[in-house]
């Protein structure tokens, strides 16, 4: 509905058509996750949020188109904007996609790329038009090891002004001690687009243990060094657990 009082949202949901399995290729619309960078479930790492493609709440309406090859996959969306939020000038409008090539069988490097415009920022009230640009990694130099990585140049034009570009980046160390229980080891950064602010930057280990079928338990302990103005930083640390259930 319209009003605040009563709002159906839905996170995820489309129809497609695949073309068959000799041709690996597959149309759907709907509102889906953004196809950028990794696919990773800590929806508040910077290269998620500050690129807008986390998984948690910034999916968008639009159409997409998948192919895989042998060698690669890629998909490629038309940015509709996202229809749970009004009034239209708000919405965000434009394009995502991304390319992966498998240089080795446990090696994989891809690159992303987003740009969306939108007429009135409900923050700033100015318009704004968005952009990041990166590569990622995925690699798995042994069986109980994975390496996730993704760097990003994040960029905005506020109201027709050039702001300067930031740069956000992870990388995330899994090993996995027995069958199902995992240590996880991440650093991030993240420099504004502002040429005046510091760096931003966050540390995690983290524990997680897929004890059954469809669920699992996790522990993150994250330590913090941010700076949201130019002369001030604060340093944090904070702990979360967490138990997911998925039918």
């Not at 489309?14 to 690996?24: D, K």
């Amino acid at each position: 509905t319209r009003d605040n009082g009563e709002v159906l949202v839905s996170r995820e949901f489309w129809g497609g058509y695949h073309f068959g399995n000799e041709q690996q290729t597959m149309i759907r619309a709907g509102r889906m996750y953004l196809p950028f960078g990794l696919r990773v479930i800590e929806h508040p790492f910077y290269v998620r949020t500050m690129t807008g493609t986390n998984i948690d709440s910034q999916q968008q309406y639009g159409a997409a188109l998948f192919h895989e090859e042998d060698g690669y996959h890629a998909e490629l969306m038309a940015i509709a904007g996202n229809y749970q939020i009004f009034p239209d000038a708000y919405r965000q409008r434009g394009y995502s996609g991304y390319i992966e090539f498998a240089v080795m069988p446990r090696l994989q490097v891809g690159a992303s790329s987003l740009i969306t415009y939108q007429k009135l920022d409900p923050d700033i009230l100015q318009s704004a038009v968005r952009g990041a640009h990166g590569a990622m990694l995925r690699w798995s130099p042994e069986e109980k090891i994975a390496v996730l990585a993704e760097a990003d140049i994040v960029h905005s034009v506020i109201d027709g002004s050039v702001n300067h570009a930031g740069f956000a980046s992870m990388a995330q160390l899994d090993y996995e001690f027995l069958r199902g229980l995992h240590g996880l080891a991440t650093t991030e950064f993240y420099l504004p687009p502002k040429a005046q602010a510091l760096w931003l930057n966050r540390d995690w280990l983290s524990v997680a243990w897929f004890a059954y079928p469809h669920v699992d338990l996790r522990l993150d302990g994250y330590w913090a060094s941010e700076s949201f103005v130019p002369t001030a930083r604060i340093n944090s640390v904070a702990m979360l657990g967490q138990v997911h259930v998925s039918l």
